[in-house]
């Protein structure tokens, strides 16, 4: 078998000679590509991008979310009876790096003349006694940190990119007061029909520890009014979502 395979081959590069000889008298330019390319490098595996080995791309496409291991993602969806209801649905995961988050909103609640401020409010320390309850909205005096950002600018999805906060209230009050961090590149985040995700690198939030469970709260406003809260209850508020990184 090995015999007949080099015969037929050599015949094949008889063919070729005789057709390059035929190529050789025409007077045509012959754009054919070579049969043995020049290395031009191109061949090479190109490095990966960073992006592509974690877990969530921000992207606007939510697949990704579906292909977790649903029993390391937090959950909470908007209680029925609660008051503030344009949020619907957010999901949490953390690994020893990054927080991502997933929401889906009523988009018949969020106006399309003005932006939208997502606030994430971190109990990062999961210590009941260290922060406050800036807005009244959660259960527990106990908010360290929030980021706060646009995801939404009027007629479309915004990129987050928010602004870094410590608690600058009494402890265990509730008070609106705030020392701002100095810090960008904290967060990014992309949305599409009412669904929204982002990302959190926490080694940009220098000098906050996380808790191995950290809780952490939201609340979606359009002109300074709330219109979302999640974790919510029937006609009150609630525990903030308790999240337990992935140490994998
Ligand atoms: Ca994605
Ligand atoms: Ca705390």
Redesign the pocket.
């Known amino acids: 078998m090995k015999r007949i395979f080099l015969s037929a081959g050599m015949a094949a590069a008889v063919l070729l000679a005789v057709d390059s000889c035929h190529k050789e008298e025409a007077p045509v330019v012959d754009n054919s590509p070579s049969v043995i390319s020049p290395d031009d490098g191109t061949d090479e595996e190109p490095e990966p991008d960073p992006a592509d080995l974690l877990p969530i791309k921000i992207d606007a496409e939510f697949a990704d979310w579906d292909a977790l291991d649903a029993s390391k993602v937090a959950e909470t969806v908007c209680a029925e009876g609660a008051s503030k209801t344009a949020l619907k649905k957010m999901r949490v995961y953390a690994d020893e790096e990054y927080i991502w988050m997933y929401f889906e909103l009523d988009e018949s609640q969020l106006g399309t003349d003005a932006g939208a401020v997502l606030n994430v409010f971190f109990?990062?320390?999961?210590?009941?006694t260290?922060?406050g309850n800036p807005l009244g909205e959660h259960l527990g005096n106990?908010?360290?940190y929030m980021l706060q950002g646009y995801c939404y600018q009027p007629g479309r999805y915004a990129s987050w990119g928010p602004t870094f906060w410590q608690y600058a209230g009494t402890p265990g009050k509730t008070e609106w007061k705030w020392d701002n961090i100095a810090a960008s590149g904290i967060g990014t985040g992309a949305g599409k029909d009412g669904k929204y995700e982002l990302q959190i690198m926490r080694v940009m939030m220098v000098d906050v520890k996380f808790a191995d469970t950290f809780t952490v709260g939201v609340d979606l406003q359009q002109s300074w009014t709330t219109i979302g809260v999640l974790p919510n209850a029937a006609g009150g508020a609630a525990e903030k979502l308790a999240v337990t990184i992935d140490k994998k």
């Open positions: 109990n990062s320390d999961n210590d009941a260290t922060g106990d908010v360290d």
